[in-house]
């Protein structure tokens, strides 16, 4: 940076509506110089509570930490919300940069030996402090972050994980934006009716959008964006065209040249296997495992193939009615990946006497939304509502102010909902601003949490509704189950506020709102037809709760593969071949030639794309056990919206953030932890 590179404010102070920052001010060249500067403050400000005379006490240290950086959380936020949901290529050099000085930065400050010192003596003292537990619970996390960053390490050590963690970050930023370049690259233009035999209007009309998109109006594009491709796969009628954008769709990542993330996982999980030695913890899973709910490798291989054998046995039994729709035909073909969504489809339709296009025109998005809102409403009192005209960051994405019974502004919520060649694929919430009550150096006493969901349902063309599938639905209330995690928060430190819990109960607040999308009143007041208004019929809607678990021997083994696979990774000795191992781990457990996993490791984001679901994408089914333990709660009591479950969930779930232990948090909702069955009665897996 130069004397004469000016700051952009509207980086760090946010005039926008309620405090939302004014993204139409900022520029993609303003980052550079905004990080640089922020990187400066930050270490002068953890420089001077290292260097404190005065004796530690939790104000001076613990609080000092909660409350520095301010400018880089907000420059942070709003950076890697654009390098995620509209990126380009000066965001994506950017991030190649950023990543690795965000990480040294961070290692800087885990490694300084003057600050450890101080937290140190807090933690070995926290018994005579007079902390509260939620008090005790930060100092915890914060002594834990500092040894976890290598503060205990000898001076050699030291350097060496901090190298390893800033070549980590970049690999997982380069692998990201791989993925997104092979998906961006790739699409099937189809014209002709034969091309399009079997394909329903409404995906239709988002493959000509997709088109009109690419500059190929008048045609029909099938895309990689799963809103696209999965339903292309269930519909079309010719298999071949449906076998080509299959191997296009699992190749991600896998296409060599320069966007192959082959090498790129070798490389992310023999650091991490080092990186976990020189911690003194035997492999990568270990160290990551330390501070959740399962705490090993072998707890949680255990529930995984627990599950997996029923699921294994269930999936063989569905490929085998598949195979005879296949014979039926007059086709002599083994029912492979490209196949099974297309005679699911039909076997559905047979089964159940409905078809998921006779479902998706009753899936409007606006109605789903509104659905999402309502039963926020009659669980928790909050109500929202749409702010128009206010700027977000992309002309899609809309504002909503949350209220609560009273009237109070409790949150900012912002809904990006539709796929775009600049996001990256998948759904996710994240944070501009979380909830916490400590006054800042500025003098605002607490944060407005702001919130938002990113989805990437197929646009429709322009005047039609965007209508969903059942699994587009489910993934809008998983995510607004998350947004509520952090919308609902009432915590005292920013560490520990809305989703700051372990990688597996995060999920908890997610998955359990998705059971209030079949609940049956919500689905018949919200699930319209798009054209007429009339609600779903009675009959339709009987036929939709009784298929709930169709197919799920399929959709666990999709999942429970990638989670088997996840855990040999990052458990194994030598990390020499990963798509080797890969392989070997899926002929071990048996996985059917007829499925794949849900994510092939050259595009596992979760997994590869930074560290979030590293030896930890397993916590969606660790999650999935107490989610369906606590919807069966409700069940018990005869009312979805009983009032008083209803404040205990709150109280002890969504609002507590990690202030307390997650064991604890849902013994305080439920009076106990769960065993893994509701969970398998949920997906129809019960012996």
């Known amino acids: 940076m130069t004397a004469s590179t000016p700051l952009n404010p509207a980086l760090t102070t946010w005039t926008g509506h309620e405090g939302l920052p004014r993204f139409d001010l900022v520029k993609d060249t303003d980052f550079a110089p905004a990080f640089e500067a922020a990187f400066k403050a930050h270490e002068a400000e953890i420089d001077e509570i290292a260097a404190n005379h005065e004796a530690p006490t939790f104000d001076n240290t613990v609080i000092a930490l909660e409350i520095a950086g301010d400018a880089l959380s907000r420059i942070s936020s709003i950076f890697w919300n654009k390098a995620g949901a509209d990126t380009n290529e000066t965001i994506q050099a950017l991030e190649r940069d950023i990543a690795p000085k965000m990480s040294r930065h961070y290692s800087k400050i885990g490694m300084n030996a003057a600050l450890f010192k101080r937290i140190d003596t807090l933690w070995e003292n926290r018994d005579s402090l007079g902390l509260d537990l939620e008090a005790t619970r930060v100092l915890e996390r914060h002594w834990k972050g500092f040894v976890k960053s290598g503060a205990k390490l000898a001076k050699d050590d030291q350097e060496r994980l901090a190298a390893i963690n800033e070549t980590l970050a970049g690999l997982g930023a380069k692998f990201g934006q791989n993925v997104l370049a092979d998906e961006k690259s790739w699409a099937l233009f189809l014209q002709s009716e034969e091309d399009l035999a079997g394909v329903p209007d409404f995906l239709r009309d988002a493959m000509a959008a997709a088109a009109s998109d690419r500059g190929e109006k008048g045609k029909y594009a099938v895309t990689l964006s799963r809103s696209i491709i999965e339903p292309f796969l269930t519909f079309s009628d010719n298999r071949e065209l449906r076998e080509k954008a299959f191997r296009a769709w699992i190749a991600r990542g896998e296409n060599g040249g320069e966007t192959d993330n082959r090498g790129l996982i070798a490389e992310t999980l023999a650091l991490r296997a080092e990186k976990a030695k020189l911690l003194g913890y035997a492999n990568y899973a270990a160290l990551k495992l330390d501070n959740t709910m399962a705490k090993t490798p072998e707890a949680v291989n255990g529930l995984l193939m627990q599950v997996w054998e029923k699921a294994a046995a269930r999936a063989r039994e569905e490929e085998a009615d598949l195979a005879k729709l296949v014979a039926a035909e007059g086709r002599n073909h083994d029912v492979m990946p490209w196949d099974w969504r297309h005679y699911a489809e039909k076997l559905r339709a047979e089964k159940f006497n409905f078809s998921e296009g006779e479902l998706k025109p009753y899936l409007q998005l606006e109605k789903i939304i509104d659905a999402c809102f309502d039963v926020a409403q009659r669980l928790f009192g909050i109500t929202a509502t749409e702010k128009k005209g206010i700027a977000g960051y992309h002309p899609d994405v809309r504002v909503f102010e949350i209220r609560d019974a009273g009237g109070k502004l409790v949150a900012l919520f912002l809904g990006d909902y539709f796929a775009r060649s600049s996001k990256r694929s998948g759904a996710w919430m994240s944070a501009f601003q979380s909830q916490h ?251």
């Open 437 to 687: 009550k400590l006054t800042l150096k500025n003098g605002a006493v607490g944060e407005l949490p702001i919130i938002y969901n990113v989805c990437n349902f197929a646009k429709p063309a322009e005047g039609k509704p965007a209508l969903l599938s059942l699994d587009d639905a489910r993934t809008l209330f998983h995510e607004f189950g998350h947004a509520l995690h952090g919308m609902l928060s009432n915590v005292t430190y920013p560490s520990v506020s809305g989703t700051g819990v372990s990688r597996d109960f995060v999920e908890l607040p997610s998955q359990l709102y998705e059971h209030w999308l079949t609940v049956p009143d919500i689905l018949k007041r919200y699930a319209v037809h798009y054209q007429t208004g009339e609600p779903m019929p009675e009959a339709l809607l009987d036929k939709v709760l009784a298929a709930r678990t169709f197919n799920s021997g399929f959709a666990t083994v999709e999942f429970t593969s990638s989670a088997l696979v996840d855990m040999a990774y990052h458990t194994a000795e030598t990390q020499s071949e990963p798509m080797a191992l890969e392989a070997a781990t899926l002929e071990k457990i048996g996985m059917p030639q007829s499925i794949v996993m849900r994510h092939r490791s050259p595009h596992f984001l979760h997994v590869f794309s930074g560290d979030g679901y590293s030896a930890g994408y397993y916590s969606y089914m660790w999650s999935e056990v107490l989610d369906a333990d606590a919807f069966a709660a409700f069940e018990e009591t005869g009312n979805p919206f009983d009032p008083g479950m209803a404040q205990k969930l709150k109280d002890n779930v969504y609002s507590v953030g990690g202030s307390i232990d997650p064991e604890d948090a849902y013994k305080g909702f439920r009076g106990k932890l769960p065993s893994p069955d509701a969970m398998l009665a949920k997906k129809g897996l019960a012996a």
